[in-house]
């Protein structure tokens, strides 16, 4: 028969943990009230991000200078980011169907509209972006006659799985469809990058993990997390269990030091 003591023991300790999902929205509710505020021709919570990733503002600014930072203030806030990536790699969390990690995560558009190059006498090239053609994307193969030997049309944009599915794809050689698929990932909108670095002679060290000597790009990647969360949180999209809870616990710290700056 177990004690009442023991019992009151497991429910008081329960209560003790700080629900860091609570106080991660609550920190999010001013800074979302000062993006709407500050970008009102933004529609979207969506876009209203990606500008201020893109333009100079109090949280970017702030975000890049705290990376940039040697001193301590500096180097706590880059600790909470080497927490967040410690802990995202220890619970898997999705939005979207795509995990968010610093080893894969899309931090801005894509600027490349085209990309071509020959291998074994064959050229290949991938189009976006084409002129009276929205959300259109040409791909092609081309022999070493300049004939056409592979030609397709995607109408509804960037989709991986429906060139793969193609009939006249599943044709080719499979050295053709590494090639041609290949081609075809270099203008993908939406391209992830890896935040981390394998230079430990070029990077920028967060706790005891190295990350690519960029500020402004880590910038936009630490946002991109940071709205991912809030996706995942406010859609109620996660297991509100003790792993998710301590991942929010420096993506919280995080936004929590960057909006002292509004």
């Known amino acids: 028969m177990s004690s009442l003591y023991t ?30 505020t500050y970008y009102p021709e933004c529609n979207t919570d969506r876009q209203a991000i990606d500008h201020l990733k893109a333009n100079p503002n109090k949280i970017r600014d702030k975000l890049i200078s705290l990376i940039n930072d040697p001193n301590n203030e500096g180097v706590i806030f880059k600790s909470r980011i080497s927490d967040l990536h410690f802990r995202l790699e220890r619970k898997y969390l999705y939005n979207r169907n795509e995990r968010i990690t610093f080893f894969q995560i899309t931090v801005e558009s894509n600027p490349n509209l085209r990309n071509s190059f020959t291998r074994n006498r ?16 040409d791909i092609f193969i081309y022999g070493q006659n300049g004939n056409s030997t592979f030609s397709y049309t995607q109408r509804n944009g960037f989709d991986v799985n429906d060139l793969t599915a193609n009939s006249d ?94």
């Open 122 to 137: 064959c050229r290949y090239e991938a189009v976006r972006g084409i002129p009276n053609k929205s959300g259109e994307i």
């Open 7 to 36: 019992e009151n023991s497991e429910k008081w300790k329960g209560l003790s943990s700080i629900d860091y999902f609570t106080q991660f929205v609550k920190a999010w509710i001013p800074f979302n009230a000062w993006y709407k």
């Open 169 to 262: 794809f599943l044709r080719l050689s499979q050295p053709q469809q590494r090639n041609l698929k290949a081609c075809y990932e270099e203008i993908n909108p939406s391209r992830p990058v890896n935040l981390l670095s394998t230079d430990p002679q070029s990077c920028i060290q967060m706790g005891s993990i190295d990350f690519v000597n960029d500020a402004e790009l880590l910038a936009k990647g630490v946002m991109e997390a940071l709205y991912k969360l809030r996706n995942i949180l406010f859609h109620g999209e996660i297991v509100p269990d003790n792993d998710t809870n301590r991942v929010y616990e420096p993506a919280y710290q995080i936004l929590h030091t960057l909006i002292q700056a509004l």
